[in-house]
């Protein structure tokens, strides 16, 4: 399998660390942001990220599909622990829409610095504004304690939870885990610092969830 990344992205880091977790071979492909001419010819068009190909060449998209697919694996299929689907699901929802509408705008000004050329910091910027008004990664820059304060407001529950326990459902790390850890990639890609600074909780859990992975 070849998964297509941007290495900011929580999704693509969301699946990334699926396939990691499962123990599945994959070739990690990072995406130029300014280019996606090869990811467009590949999908015919999309050119978000994450876009996982599978062994056959079938290009799938949008995350939750790609985790749906590769949760039906029997590699995976511990992550979704029997009796703990609607939870695990439901968790899962809540970051991807939710929490990370409040975490990326903490990660996007130093996203936009992070890019090598003008061009794509222009690009960068002018996605957002499209979507989010004029100024807006400026603005999220300066009201950054305000996004901090909501962030840490959505995931109050979360914290006095992993206070008790290593993982968001227990003791053992489920898919759960996997969406929220894509969310402190973000955080972390953008600059390490800003995981820090949410939260020592946030940060050693993504430890916990990468010592799952690779120890
Ligand atoms: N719902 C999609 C969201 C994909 C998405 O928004 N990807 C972002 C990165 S997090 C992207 O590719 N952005 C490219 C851009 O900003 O041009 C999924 O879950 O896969």
Same mark, same amino acid.
């Given at each position: 399998?070849? @998964?297509? #990344? *941007? ?7 969301? %699946?990334?660390? !699926?396939? +990691?977790?499962?123990? /599945? ?13 090869? @990811?467009? #010819? *590949? ?7 994450? %876009?996982?190909? !599978?062994? +056959?060449?079938?290009? /799938? ?155």
């Amino acid at each position: 399998m070849k @998964l297509h #990344r *941007l290495r900011y992205s929580p999704y693509a880091r969301k %699946v990334q660390m !699926l396939l +990691d977790l499962a123990r /599945l071979p994959y070739e990690l492909i990072e995406v130029p942001y300014g280019n996606r001419e090869a @990811l467009a #010819r *590949l999908t015919g068009g999309y050119i978000y990220v994450p %876009v996982l190909e !599978l062994e +056959d060449g079938t290009a /799938l998209t949008e995350s939750r599909k790609i985790c749906e697919h590769l949760l039906a694996r029997p590699e995976a299929a511990d992550l979704v622990p029997s009796g703990l689907e609607a939870a695990t699901w439901a968790y899962s929802d809540f970051v991807d829409g939710p929490l990370e509408d409040a975490l990326f705008r903490i990660a996007s000004p130093a996203i936009r610095e992070g890019w090598p050329t003008a061009w794509e910091r222009a690009l960068y910027t002018l996605i957002k504004e499209r979507r989010y008004g004029a100024g807006c990664v400026d603005q999220w820059q300066q009201d950054v304690e305000v996004l901090y304060a909501r962030s840490r407001e959505l995931l109050a529950p979360t914290f006095t939870t992993l206070e008790r326990q290593p993982f968001v459902l227990g003791d053992h790390i489920t898919f759960a885990d996997v969406a929220l850890y894509g969310q402190w990639a973000m955080l972390a890609a953008a600059d390490p610092e800003l995981l820090a600074r949410l939260s020592p909780l946030a940060v050693r859990h993504a430890a916990q969830v990468e010592a799952a992975a690779f120890e």
